[in-house]
């Protein structure tokens, strides 16, 4: 399996934790008492290990394995839409394909991102987001993890995460630092 390593950190886990099968994007519930190993903790979620199947773990369940919740953002009062679009590509780059420890902006998987601000002085952003392969089925769980993300941003009331898959993903749309740790440089 790509990815896997017996160095990978191995867990107990403390409670049970709901968690998403990868690839496949099924939502299950882990018991309290399992065992596995963290294969990877980026951008705020764990991918384990467990008997032979990868799962996804959100940042908000960190506790069941014994591991800290990701800090909450802060955003000053005079906060710019430039400001705030900043933050925005800096939350996608916290969103992970599970299977591949490169976030989606690196793999070139983000290809539009605009904001507005409503009537209220609130803001929504819009988001055009693929997938390395159409038929992937962590599509819905990249997008939701991208729009809660993105909702996480205080002053962002809501996040408009499409799935679109014109012009297809490529290799070359990758950034250097991506080709290089995946090693397709």
């Keep these: 399996m790509s990815g ?4 990978s950190e191995p867990f107990t886990l403390m409670r049970d934790c709901s968690a998403v099968m990868v690839p496949q994007g099924d939502t ?3 018991p309290a008492g399992q065992i596995g190993y963290i294969t990877q903790a980026l951008g705020g979620s764990f991918t384990v290990y ?16 014994g591991k800290q919740r990701p800090a909450p953002i802060e955003v000053p009062a005079d906060a710019t839409d430039a400001d705030v679009e900043k933050l925005a590509w800096d939350q ?24 507005e601000q409503t009537e209220s ?17 962590m599509g819905d769980i990249l997008v939701d993890d991208a729009r809660t993300k993105l909702e996480m941003i205080p002053t962002v009331a809501e996040a408009d995460v499409d799935l679109v898959f ?20």
């Design 166 to 185: 014109d012009p297809p993903w490529s290799h070359s749309m990758m950034s250097d630092a991506a080709k290089l740790e995946t090693g397709m440089l």
């Design 28 to 30: 299950v519930t882990l």
């Design 4 to 7: 896997f390593s017996l160095s």
């Design 92 to 115: 996608l780059r916290t969103v992970f394909d599970p299977e591949i420890p490169v976030n989606v902006v690196d793999l070139g998987l983000v290809y539009d991102l605009s904001l």
């Design 50 to 65: 467990v008997e032979g199947n990868l799962f996804r773990i959100a940042g908000d369940d960190a506790d069941a394995l």
């Design 121 to 137: 002085g609130e803001r929504k952003v819009y988001v055009k987001l693929t997938l390395t392969a159409p038929g992937c089925g």
